[in-house]
Every structure is written in C-alpha cells, then in structure tokens.
C-alpha cells in the first residue's frame, strides 16, 4: 500500500541556494495510514521545522517529498491531503469554537460563504470525535488550554485529510490533558485511520502510545525507532534524562 | 442540523441602509439653501416644484452625496481589507503610500503645472488634478504590488508601505517648501479633502473603479475568512498567500486611488469603520463585514459631509477635518465600551 507520507533523502532548512543552511541530516521515511508516529527530540533540535516542512509551509532544500505517491501539488490539493496543529499560541478573541472547526472545510468550500451538509456534517463528526461538542457555542479565548487544543484538533479532522501533523500539542497542559491528547491521538490513527505525525516532549507516554518513535539526535540525526524493541528505552533515557 | 459558522448580519445592515437613506435626504437638505425633505423628495423623482429645488438637488448637491456614499464605501471597504491581511488595527488606506502617491501627482500639477495649467482655465485644472492624482496612485500602487509579490512577511509590507508613503510624502514636502504661498494653499485645500468639487460627469469615473474594487472585494473574503488563525493557519488550508496579497494590495490601491484622485487624501475613515463595523458585528466574516462596512462608511462620509456643509452658505468644511474631530472621539466611546475585536476579524 502507497504510504500516506514518504520522505527520501529530505533535507530541511532555512534559507536558498548557498546561503541555505541544513538542520537535520538527509531523512528518508514514511507513514502508513493508521500509524501513530511521535517526534522526539530537545528544543531547538529542528522539529518544528521538519513539521513544517512535512506540512508545506516551506519548502525542502533538498530531497524528495510524496503524499499518497504524489509529489507536492496545488495547496488546495495539499490542504485536503495535510491537515495540521501548530504550536498553540494566544487565541484570537471573539472568534467562535463552530467557526474555528468550520475553518477545516475551507479546501471543499472554497468561495461559498455557506456550509454544504457534508460540511455540517464533518464538522459534527470532528466535534464528537474529540469531545467537543459542549463547546461548540463558546468562544475560543474562553476555553482552557487543554480544550482549546481539542477544538484545533477537530479543525484538523473536519479537514478529513489522510495525514495529521501536530506541533507540541501537548504543550502548556496539565499531566491529565496531555495524556488525554495523546490518547485521543493514538485512538484517532486507530479508529480513523489516520496517518499521524506529532512532535511532543511526553517521552514516556509518546513510548507507550506510538507506533513508531522519530529520535533527533545531537548533530542532526534522526534514527526511527520501534517503540517496543529493547534498546530503545536506553537510547531515550540518554537522550532526554537529566542527572541531578 | 446545517448550522451557518457565522450569525446573520441582516438586521444590522437593514438598519445601516434605512440610516443611509435618512442621511443622504438630509444632506441633500442641507446647504446654501435650507430645503424642506419633502421638497428634496419631490426633486429626486423629477416632481419639484420650483425649478431652484431642481438645480439644487439634482445638479449640484446629488453628485456630491453620491460622491459621498462611494467614497465612504471604498475607504470602508479598503480599510477592513488592509487590517485584515496585515493583521494590524491600525493599518488603513493611508499605509501603503497610495494616497501619498496620488498627493505628489496633484502636487505635480499645482506647483510645476503652473500657469499654463490655470490659463487653461478651472475645469481642465480639475481634470489633470484628477488625472494626475490617478498616474501618482497608479505608479505607488505598482511599487507596492511589486512589493507584495516579493516580501515573505506581512509586517515587512506594512513597513515597506509606511516607508514608501514618507518618501512621496518628503518629495511633496520638499516641493512644498520652495512653493509660491498661493499655490500651496490650493494644495493645502486638496489635501484636506473635498467632495465639493465632484462634477455629475465625473461620477462614472468615481463610481467604475470604486464598484470594481468592492466586487473584487467580495471576491476575496473567502480566503480572508480563512486567514482568522494566522497566515500559517491559512497556508495549511490551501490560501494562496501570495496570491491574495496582491489581490488585497491591488484592490484596496484601487480603492484609495479613486477615492483620492476625485476627493483628496481622506484620512482616518478607512481606519477607523472597521473598527466600529466589528463592534456591531464581532465575527470575523468577511462576507457579512465587506457589506457593512461599505454601509457605515458611506454613512460616516456622508454624515461628515452633511456636517461640512453646516456653517452656512459661504464656508464649506474641508471633509477630512470633519472626519477627525467628529470621528476620533465616535471610535474611542465605542471602543471604551466594547472589547476590541482582533484586527485579523
């Protein structure tokens, strides 16, 4: 089966031509549909950028990049391929939780102002499956970290692309939200089907939960490592442990 | 179980044209002479009385309403435009240097135009005031257009804009500066703004750019709507950015240009009816905030406009004084009294 992302020999970075600047080692990979891959890795190691890169918000300096067998195509034609969570950051105020998950049906809807019953009809689905429904009338700068990153995680499905790319969703949430939105995540490749890509500092959980972990190592490196085999839980204690 | 994203502006935008209905009567109503609104409704459907009604109303103060009404309507529409893609409260028609672009046109024909231009006599003056007001916009809207094609980030357009409006701005100054005192107080007059000076058959000219802009306008408030997240947010839905940039630069540059070339720099409405539109509306849809705020733009202009006229018979106002001191202490009540709505909306 065509994976729902592959990558050969990717290499991301800033910058073009000689004044480009690699920051991970070329990186050859790929998801099946229905995978759970977490990506692991200290700050400022390069996983936003690799996510970004995966995403399309910018372009590879190198290597090869295909969705579903395809090379890149129009952004309409990525945008309902590639969903995505970006880091959270501030919510914009006033603007509703129904409007922000709407938003995922921008690449169907295009230039009608108004909703299609397959829209709806998404939107109701991402809702229920995230569990935010009660919060469908409320606005986003009222909701707690951790549902507002529920709420974006329901815009990414009414998106109802194949891949899911998240940013540290797990970010600014208590040990219950993030184990809840790891969960959710590693049930939505489950039960969805969904290729997912996330890049989170919940190392344990990420272990537990993952189909497959990607390491950045020191230097740029990045090893792909079963979650489950033995010499992965010494390879992540000496990456991310901490002697006190 | 079909739910629209956004509620219905319908009753807000009802009430805003019965507003501008009441305005434009009135405004009709008032100048030299006092006219009865009953007596400005008779006129209006070819019913007056009195020929003078008919010479009031239809020659000489109808092209200044309507001028009025797209006016507002442009630098409405214009203004939410701007804020929206550069994601800032205070952007407005004025940042982008078109109007300052437009300044040094018609400063190129008061100060060097000179006196071939006045022998020529009043009407042609206006029409190369206009002309050149037209080529100036013209060429500043290209210089930033070519700039938004270019730049990766909004901010730098918006900076970029600003500086480009400065440069034109010192180039006018510095001609300014070694001006005859009599041509730079009919410049000062321009740049003050006026709708007084419209001819009826100018109004096509006005009204052909202004209404392209604002169709073009609708035509982009769907990938604005999609921009509430953030541009990143807007990418990963399939927004061609770059696209509609230059679409945004293109058309408001329309906009302000029409608006500037028939009525001079008008500052301050294109900033500040976003803003109020958002307080009656706070929902970041575009296809709802298109229409209003092309609404209370009209009624703000014509409202000032009316307010210009008021002194009486000698003295007519210069618009954009009116605009400022009836206007600035308008948005700050409102803004006092509601949270301000995000700039993106």
Redesign the interface.
Known sequence: MTPVLACEELTVGYGTGRGAQALLEPFSASVPAGAFVALLGLNGTGKSTLLRTLAGLQRPLGGSLRYNGMPIGTPTALARHVAVVLPPRAAPPLVGVYATVALGRYPYRRWLPSLSEADTAAIEAALAATGTQPLAHRRLDTLSDGERQRVFIARALAQATPLLLLDEPTAHLDPRGRHQILHLLAQLAHTQGKAIVAATHEVALAQKLAHELWLIADGGHIATLDPAAPGTDQRLAHRFEVTV | ??????PSARGWLAGLVVALGVASVGSLALGSVLLPPRAVLAALVGQAQDPLHHLLVYELRLPRVLGALAVGAALGVAGLLLQTLLQNPLAGPGVLGISAGASLGVAFVVFAGGSSVAVAGGLWQSGARVGAAFVGAGAATAGVVLLAARVRDSVVLLIAGLMLGHLLGGLVGLWQYYSAPEKLKEYLVWSLGSLGGLQRTELPYLYLPIGVGLLGAL?V??PL??L???E??G??????LRRVRIAVVALTSLLTAAVTAFAGPIGFVGIAVPHLARALY????H?RLIPLCACLGALVVVVCDALAQAPGYATVLPLSIVTALVGAPVVVWVLLRK????P??
């Open positions: 179980m079909g739910r629209a994203p956004y035509a408030a769907s709507n999609a509430v997240l953030g990143a947010y990418q990963t839905l399939g927004v061609p706070p929902h970041p849809d296809y949270p301000l709505p995000p993106g909306a």
